[in-house]
């Protein structure tokens, strides 16, 4: 029997076939049919079925505590959901609903975080949600409102293959987006004239395959951006018919951009001025020009003015809305674009309303009914959930799908923020999860191919998971938890669902209208058709929907007329000051760490750690340090270092290497605890420095010093 399927590990989305023999043995494999991945998977992708087929560290059936001292208890569901609606109600009751939180994500499916948004947001009247899309999208997401006027990625992957120029920057897609990397090399393989640009102070795989590698100092990105944005004024590369008809902010702009040389920027990034002048005349003499980045834009504290200054390179050169050009930020999770759609930050609603505004809080209000009252003010974000846990001011979390404990900056202080709580639910899939020793309940979820719903991927393509085979024990599918619990809250009659498909249909019917209508896709369709790229609103689409084929149905591309969702329908150039605010560097810590992702591994290895083939490309975590940094430091190859900083320290093997640039060093973020210590979790080293718009925190960079252990 085989099963059309979406892999849950980053954001590309790829279509995978399930196969189940008799013996209920699964294999999987890239789905041909499927417009994302046209047949290929990545290393993770074709060993997911192993996460599956090991059931040894699932979490099988609730469990309770009355305190932390004692041991967990197994209970029924109605027991662990009982309690904690009587916890919740007693703590909204005495705090108000603003002293309790849900922390969920980009793992959840889309009919998950609408069900948590409704609960919370509509039901209990609070907007702390958010999600650990928090930690890696959320300053694209300001950045595209700033200058496009809504969170809309404009570009779709069939662009690869009309761009002839890419610009990668703060990303590795080598590792981290393989699938679509792959596309790229084989673009550019058939045309060998297509150039790829890569800005990364590391040299990944990515920057090896680049044309031009630009190893910029950590922080500089805007100077670079800056540079190009004003070298392509003065060489005449802009589009002065777009400026003029569709976008405001030039003038401003190219003041900002002439108050730097080239000189002076490519001293300040470190770079040669020869490398940025090409950069510039590629960009500016192409027909397809293609960005693309990821963390190393987004996770900053000044993430937001980082997005706005490449998003600028478009805009001032007009390429945008058409074929092969635009802004493309990768999605790092599965469902991160999903969640953003729901509502599923702390600032926003359905739809990609925003809570501060007072007519989408009535449109949603109405839409919900009942006891329903949305608060006008922003709910808190990650960081500051667990500093609102530290200080008492927030009483109860639950946590879904994810593991904050290893990927949130100063793990150390997440750690005591979570000792400190009152109340703490953990819903997992595993007992991995470096939560579950804080909990009091613990609630089983079902996994992938165990329960369905959808998930939108980076490309804003919409595509059904069928649920194919039991969840073991007592587990539930997330979205069944939730209503059930808000059943218990006394919230029954709007949470009154039989199935999930009855959820997805009520969320389009909220996003009627919108720029992100969605209205004609249903779960019928979608098994029908398999994907859809939003809008798709009802009845507006020429295909013949009703046919069987694979033909791709939906909208590929944004803004082709031009009209952006600003109120005057033009986008807006913005001109950002090229400083960085991070954590300074001094004496005691000279050298600026950055964390990230390798190739193997996702987030924080609760499935991919358990694969041994995927643990052979990396079994353990290390430092990378240049050579003149090991000397001074004195490091040897292979030695345990101690990385410290000013929360905490990190004990890994050095690797000494130039593929940093001198005064960096970098730590995988993947590992957690390891033999019971935490003294591998980089998260040890980070801040809660965050991005005062996106509220993104600065994980790529810290101030550390690295010494012999
Ligand atoms: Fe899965 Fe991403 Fe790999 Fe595709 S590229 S198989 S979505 S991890």
Redesign the pocket.
């Known amino acids: 029997m085989t099963h059309q399927t979406?892999?849950?590990?980053?954001?590309?989305?790829?279509g995978?076939v399930v196969r189940q023999e008799p013996n209920g043995r699964l294999t999987v494999e890239?789905d041909k049919q499927h417009p994302?991945?046209r047949g290929?998977?990545?290393?993770?992708?074709?060993n997911?079925h192993y996460t599956v087929m090991d059931q040894s560290d699932r979490l099988l059936y609730p469990q309770m505590r009355l305190n932390r001292s004692m041991p967990m208890q197994r209970v029924s569901w109605d027991a662990a959901l009982e309690r904690t609606a009587a916890v919740f109600k007693t703590f909204i009751q005495k705090y108000g609903p603003d002293s309790v939180a849900f922390y969920v994500s980009g793992q959840c499916l889309t009919e998950e975080y609408y069900l948590v948004n409704k609960l919370i947001k509509g039901f209990i009247g609070s907007n702390n949600i958010d999600t650990n899309s928090r930690l890696c999208m959320s300053s694209a997401v300001v950045g595209y409102k700033l200058s496009l006027g809504e969170d809309s990625v404009p570009v779709c992957y069939d662009d690869i293959e009309e761009a002839d120029v890419f610009y990668v920057q703060g990303a590795n897609p080598a590792w981290c987006?393989?699938?679509?990397w792959r596309r790229i090399e084989a673009h550019k393989a058939a045309n060998p004239h297509v150039k790829i640009i890569c800005i990364d102070p590391r040299r990944t795989d990515t920057a090896r395959s680049a044309d031009l590698h630009l190893p910029i100092r950590p922080g500089t990105d805007i100077v670079l951006n800056n540079a190009i944005g004003r070298l392509l004024i003065e060489k005449g590369f802009i589009d002065n018919e777009f400026i003029c008809n569709h976008a405001d902010g030039f003038e401003a702009y190219r003041e900002q951009v002439m108050q730097r040389t080239l000189v002076e920027a490519a001293d300040l990034c470190g770079v040669d001025p020869d490398d940025i002048e090409q950069a510039a005349y590629w960009i500016g003499r192409s027909k397809g020009f293609l960005s693309l980045w990821t963390m190393g834009l987004n996770q900053s504290v000044v993430g937001v003015n980082k997005n706005l200054a490449l998003i600028n390179l478009h805009l001032i050169t007009g390429r945008i809305g058409k074929p092969g050009n635009g802004p493309f930020s990768l999605t790092g999770q599965?469902n991160a674009m999903g969640g953003r759609e729901t509502g599923g930050l702390a600032n926003v609603l359905p739809a990609h309303r925003d809570v501060t505004n007072a007519v989408h809080r009535a449109e949603v209000e109405a839409f919900w009914q009942g006891p329903v009252r949305i608060a006008a003010k922003p709910g808190l974000t990650a960081t500051e959930m667990f500093d609102a846990l530290a200080d008492g001011q927030l009483k109860a979390i639950w946590i879904i799908n994810t593991n904050p404990m290893v990927s949130m900056p100063n793990a150390n202080a997440v750690e005591k923020a979570l000792k400190n709580a009152r109340y703490v639910v953990v819903q997992d899939v595993s007992n991995r999860a470096d939560t579950v020793p804080f909990a009091d309940v613990v609630l089983p979820a079902a996994a992938w191919l165990e329960k369905e719903g959808t998930m939108t991927?980076a490309e804003r393509r919409i595509a059904y998971l069928p649920s194919v085979i039991d969840a073991p024990g007592e587990a539930l599918p997330d979205a069944e938890i939730i209503w059930r619990f808000a059943q218990k809250m006394g919230f029954g009659d709007s949470f009154n669902y039989a199935n999930t498909a009855e959820v997805y249909q009520e969320y389009t019917q909220l996003t009627a209208g919108t720029n992100i209508d969605v209205t004609g896709v249903s779960y019928e369709l979608l098994k029908r058709k398999r994907t859809v790229q939003w809008p798709f609103p009802a009845n507006s689409e020429p295909l013949d929907v009703n046919t069987d084929n694979n033909v791709p149905i939906g909208t590929k591309r944004l803004f082709t007329d031009h009209r952006f969702y600003t109120p005057n329908e033009r986008a807006q150039i913005h001109a950002v000051p090229d400083g960085n605010a991070s954590e300074p560097t001094d004496d005691d810590f000279p050298l600026v760490l950055t964390t990230g992702r390798i190739r193997d591994q996702?987030h924080t290895m609760t499935k991919t750690g358990r694969v041994a083939k995927l643990n052979q490309h990396s079994p353990q975590p290390f430092l990378q340090i240049h050579p003149d940094d090991a000397r001074t430091h004195g490091i040897r190859d292979g030695q345990l270092v101690v990385v410290r900083g000013r929360r905490g320290e990190v004990r890994v093997k050095a690797k000494i290497t130039d593929d940093v640039r001198s005064g960096l060093c970098f730590l995988p973020m993947h590992w957690g605890k390891i033999l019971n210590s935490n003294l591998n979790r980089a998260n040890n080293l980070t801040n809660s420095l965050v991005d005062p718009r996106s509220k993104e925190p600065d994980f790529k960079f810290t101030a550390v010093t690295v010494l012999p252990y």
């Open positions: 979406t892999c849950c590990y980053c954001g590309v989305g790829c995978i890239g994302s991945n290929m998977l990545c290393s993770k992708g074709m997911l987006h393989p699938i679509l599965p991927n996702w």
